[in-house]
């Protein structure tokens, strides 16, 4: 049987492109998994906390010094949710 030099390196090319394929998954770094990582949450109720700008400005700029970092706002409950 013969294969022209179109067939021959289109052969190697498939090769090629399967073998790094197999191998690049191997040589690249690990995902960092978020599973080892400890998360914590805070959940603060809103009836605490005045309802004036610096009131609230007060409150974040003192939870982003700890690391805390503002995620959401549960509207139903009025909790403010951080997490670090």
């Keep these: 049987m ?8 289109s052969l ?9 394929n197999i191998i690049m998954p191997i040589l690249s770094s690990p995902v960092p ?3 080892a990582r400890s998360i914590q949450y805070k959940v603060i109720n809103s009836e605490g906390v005045p309802y ?6 007060m409150l974040f700029n ?11 706002f549960e509207m139903g409950r009025g ?6």
């Excluded at 004036?52 to 400005?57: C, L, R």
């Excluded at 003192?62 to 503002?70: A, D, R, T």
């Excluded at 909790?79 to 670090?84: D, E, V």
């Design 12 to 20: 190697i090319i498939i090769v090629v492109l399967l073998a790094l």
């Design 33 to 35: 998994s978020y599973a």
């Design 79 to 84: 909790f403010y949710i951080f997490k670090r």
């Design 62 to 72: 003192e939870y982003g010094k700890e690391s805390w970092e503002f995620v959401a």
């Design 2 to 9: 013969k294969f022209d030099l179109f067939t021959k390196m």
């Design 52 to 57: 004036e700008k610096e009131s609230f400005e």
